[in-house]
């Protein structure tokens, strides 16, 4: 599956380590979120499986903030398909193509941040490669994660998949626009199991094709965003008093 972490090889055996295997990732993290909060931008790991709406999310995002700079860095194994399309919409992307690695991490985000604009932005989007998995478990600096879970899923991926939601801030229930022709789908089953895997649930229905929920959704950036923005002018004040 993923020749970066290893999982689902057959001929991975234990072994004694002194540190965290994941440390140097850990360290550019928070390199990539210091810089990220010294210049106010609110940076989102938008994390679902294949096909769960996250660029058509981020195009109909685009829609509703004419007053933001938005920017993105798209994940995708093998093309710059989402990258091209949200730079069709007004959101300034760089794609970062990761080959065979099923998930971005701290040091491709920050190679990429080297292409992009960023500390021009009021919000970034980092868009995670499509996987309910490893995404999950790596830091990319960012402030807060989101995961796009559509309709079309089925109602058990909290629970099959617990550490995405887990690490979840919000999780978005996207495509709810094809509820009316998916009888067997259960929100409420859903939400349930949302319920038992993240710490604090929290809930958007989003449809990118009626608009449904999107203001909900923008209403939460803006929170997240202006209490960004104050942690960061805390921040410059107690450097400031300090020097």
Request: proline residues 5%; charged residues 25%.
């Amino acid at each position: 599956m993923c020749e970066t972490c290893g999982c689902g090889d057959p001929e991975v055996v234990p072994v004694e380590v002194q540190q965290d295997l994941l440390a140097g990732n850990d360290r550019t993290a928070r390199h990539n979120r210091d810089h990220f909060m010294r210049d106010g931008v609110l940076a989102v790991n938008l994390m679902g499986s294949p096909g769960s709406g996250k660029t058509a999310l981020l195009e109909a995002t685009a829609r509703r903030t004419d007053d933001w700079r938005l920017g993105a860095l798209s994940g995708d194994l093998a093309t710059d398909n989402d990258a091209r399309r949200l730079d069709a919409a007004g959101i300034p992307s760089e794609a970062i193509t990761t080959g065979s690695a099923c998930h971005l991490d701290a040091r491709l985000v920050h190679r990429a941040l080297h292409d992009l604009p960023w500390r021009d932005l009021d919000l970034l989007f980092i868009e995670n490669v499509g996987n309910l998995v490893c995404p999950a478990i790596y830091d990319l600096g960012q402030e807060v994660n989101v995961v796009a879970l559509a309709v079309t899923e089925g109602d058990d991926k909290p629970l099959k998949y617990p550490v995405m939601f887990r690490k979840a801030d919000l999780v978005l229930l996207t495509k709810v626009d094809l509820l009316p022709y998916l009888p067997q789908v259960n929100v409420a089953a859903i939400e349930d199991a949302l319920a038992r895997t993240m710490p604090e649930p929290n809930l958007i229905r989003v449809s990118a094709v009626t608009g449904e929920g999107i203001d909900k959704w923008v209403d939460w950036l803006r929170a997240r965003r202006s209490a960004t923005v104050c942690a960061e002018a805390t921040t410059a004040t107690t450097t400031t008093a300090t020097a």
